[in-house]
């Protein structure tokens, strides 16, 4: 058995602005306060969280969804990648970011929901709200 997590923030943001800082660099170091390497276009390899997480774009659906494969260092060796589904939609107060992880080794979907929230809901908040 594995874990699935599903989760959402509205971010003060467009599409377009949220879709371009993921999948770029220095953007995305700079909303997580991490190193993070990212290779815009599908099969491209990302690391993210100074190197404890890291995958491949599996698709790029421009502005709408990113659909990464995804690991930690922390995935026993066995274990099979987890998958990341981002999801985009306008809303009246900027972007709800959707996230849908699955394939999550069984027993770690707290931890990494609370990461999500963590590591990246609460930075991309003050990021996007300080880009106004």
Known sequence: ???SIKLSVTLPATPKEIY????DSEKHSAFTGSVVTIERKVGGKFSAGDGYIYGENLLLHMNK???QSWRTTDFPEDSEDSRVEITLTSVEKGTKLSIVQTEIPEGDGK??????????????????????
């Open 1 to 3: 058995m594995t874990d």
């Open 65 to 67: 969804r990113i659909y």
């Open 111 to 132: 931890k990494y929901r609370k990461g999500w929230k963590d590591y990246y809901f609460a930075p991309m908040k003050k990021y996007f709200s300080e880009e106004e």
């Open 20 to 23: 371009n800082a993921w999948l």
